[in-house]
Protein backbone atom coordinates (compact mmCIF):
# COMPACT_ATOMS: atom_id res chain seq x y z
CA UNK A 1 0.00 0.00 0.00
CA UNK A 2 1.02 3.65 -0.59
CA UNK A 3 -0.06 6.65 1.23
CA UNK A 4 -0.20 10.22 -0.64
CA UNK A 5 -1.03 13.59 0.12
CA UNK A 6 -0.97 14.83 -3.13
CA UNK A 7 -3.68 14.55 -5.61
CA UNK A 8 -1.94 15.43 -9.53
CA UNK A 9 -4.56 16.12 -12.44
CA UNK A 10 -4.59 16.18 -15.61
CA UNK A 11 -6.76 19.10 -17.28
CA UNK A 12 -9.18 18.46 -19.59
CA UNK A 13 -10.86 21.52 -19.79
CA UNK A 14 -11.63 25.14 -17.88
CA UNK A 15 -14.88 26.67 -17.81
CA UNK A 16 -16.25 30.16 -16.27
CA UNK A 17 -19.82 29.58 -14.36
CA UNK A 18 -21.81 32.50 -13.53
CA UNK A 19 -24.78 31.24 -11.41
CA UNK A 20 -26.93 34.37 -10.45
CA UNK A 21 -27.31 37.72 -11.25
CA UNK A 22 -24.81 39.11 -8.37
CA UNK A 23 -21.86 36.62 -7.59
CA UNK A 24 -18.13 36.43 -8.66
CA UNK A 25 -17.36 33.69 -11.13
CA UNK A 26 -15.49 30.72 -10.60
CA UNK A 27 -13.43 28.70 -12.42
CA UNK A 28 -14.37 25.12 -13.05
CA UNK A 29 -11.85 22.67 -14.25
CA UNK A 30 -12.55 18.68 -15.34
CA UNK A 31 -9.64 16.62 -15.54
CA UNK A 32 -8.12 13.16 -14.81
CA UNK A 33 -6.06 11.77 -11.90
CA UNK A 34 -2.33 10.81 -12.45
CA UNK A 35 -0.98 9.61 -9.53
CA UNK A 36 -4.56 7.81 -8.73
CA UNK A 37 -5.04 4.19 -11.04
CA UNK A 38 -8.48 5.75 -12.08
CA UNK A 39 -10.68 8.73 -11.65
CA UNK A 40 -11.58 12.17 -12.59
CA UNK A 41 -12.06 15.39 -11.01
CA UNK A 42 -14.32 18.73 -11.21
CA UNK A 43 -11.78 21.50 -9.30
CA UNK A 44 -13.82 24.78 -8.69
CA UNK A 45 -12.05 28.20 -7.74
CA UNK A 46 -12.94 30.95 -6.29
CA UNK A 47 -11.79 34.56 -6.23
CA UNK A 48 -10.90 35.72 -2.33
CA UNK A 49 -10.77 39.22 -0.89
CA UNK A 50 -7.56 37.98 1.14
CA UNK A 51 -5.62 34.68 0.47
CA UNK A 52 -6.09 32.16 2.66
CA UNK A 53 -3.85 30.64 5.35
CA UNK A 54 -4.47 27.28 6.42
CA UNK A 55 -7.07 25.30 4.98
CA UNK A 56 -7.83 26.32 1.54
CA UNK A 57 -10.20 24.43 0.11
CA UNK A 58 -12.21 20.66 0.33
CA UNK A 59 -11.80 17.29 -1.59
CA UNK A 60 -15.12 15.56 -1.43
CA UNK A 61 -14.34 11.89 -2.81
CA UNK A 62 -17.52 9.80 -3.83
CA UNK A 63 -18.36 6.58 -2.39
CA UNK A 64 -19.67 4.89 -5.71
CA UNK A 65 -18.10 6.36 -8.40
CA UNK A 66 -14.09 7.47 -9.04
CA UNK A 67 -15.08 10.98 -9.19
CA UNK A 68 -13.77 13.88 -6.95
CA UNK A 69 -15.04 17.23 -6.20
CA UNK A 70 -12.67 20.04 -4.94
CA UNK A 71 -13.51 23.29 -3.80
CA UNK A 72 -10.45 26.09 -3.40
CA UNK A 73 -10.24 29.53 -2.67
CA UNK A 74 -7.28 31.69 -3.96
CA UNK A 75 -6.36 35.14 -4.12
CA UNK A 76 -7.90 37.41 -6.69
CA UNK A 77 -4.78 37.90 -8.44
CA UNK A 78 -3.94 34.37 -9.02
CA UNK A 79 -7.42 33.65 -9.97
CA UNK A 80 -7.40 36.47 -12.56
CA UNK A 81 -3.70 34.86 -13.82
CA UNK A 82 -5.75 31.38 -13.78
CA UNK A 83 -8.39 32.65 -16.22
CA UNK A 84 -6.00 34.20 -18.84
CA UNK A 85 -3.09 31.75 -19.23
CA UNK A 86 -6.05 28.49 -18.99
CA UNK A 87 -7.94 30.50 -21.71
CA UNK A 88 -5.39 29.38 -24.49
CA UNK A 89 -4.81 26.54 -26.54
CA UNK A 90 -1.69 25.05 -24.75
CA UNK A 91 0.74 22.61 -26.61
CA UNK A 92 -0.44 20.02 -24.01
CA UNK A 93 -2.58 19.79 -21.03
CA UNK A 94 -1.99 21.76 -17.76
CA UNK A 95 -1.62 20.17 -14.69
CA UNK A 96 -2.52 20.93 -11.00
CA UNK A 97 -1.43 19.22 -7.57
CA UNK A 98 -3.56 19.51 -4.52
CA UNK A 99 -1.86 18.96 -1.73
CA UNK A 100 -3.92 17.23 1.10
CA UNK A 101 -3.22 17.78 5.36
CA UNK A 102 -4.34 14.15 5.36
CA UNK A 103 -3.23 11.17 3.52
CA UNK A 104 -4.97 8.85 1.68
CA UNK A 105 -3.84 5.17 0.85
CA UNK A 106 -3.96 3.49 -1.89
CA UNK A 107 -4.01 -0.81 -2.83
CA UNK A 108 -0.84 -1.95 -4.97
CA UNK A 109 -2.35 -1.34 -7.85
CA UNK A 110 -2.87 1.88 -7.25
CA UNK A 111 -6.31 2.64 -6.99
CA UNK A 112 -8.30 4.49 -3.74
CA UNK A 113 -8.18 2.00 -0.23
CA UNK A 114 -12.10 1.43 -0.60
CA UNK A 115 -12.34 2.46 3.18
CA UNK A 116 -10.41 5.53 2.54
CA UNK A 117 -10.74 8.96 3.40
CA UNK A 118 -13.87 10.18 1.71
CA UNK A 119 -13.41 14.17 3.22
CA UNK A 120 -9.84 15.79 3.07
CA UNK A 121 -8.91 19.85 3.23
CA UNK A 122 -6.83 21.18 0.63
CA UNK A 123 -3.87 23.23 2.64
CA UNK A 124 -2.28 24.24 -0.97
CA UNK A 125 -2.47 24.35 -5.14
CA UNK A 126 0.54 24.25 -7.60
CA UNK A 127 0.23 24.21 -11.32
CA UNK A 128 1.83 23.51 -14.50
CA UNK A 129 0.51 25.62 -17.46
CA UNK A 130 2.51 24.96 -20.66
CA UNK A 131 2.84 28.81 -22.64
CA UNK A 132 4.42 27.64 -25.94
Not at 29 to 41: E, F, I, M, S
Not at 110 to 122: F, K, N
Amino acid sequence: MEHIDIVHVTVQSAEITLIGHDTDPHLVVNGTLKNVARGHVVLTLQPAQCRAVGIIGTLEIEENRPVMQASVTVGRSQFDTLISLLSGTPPRPASVLLALRERLILTEDGYLQPDTLRHCSIVDISWSIPVQ
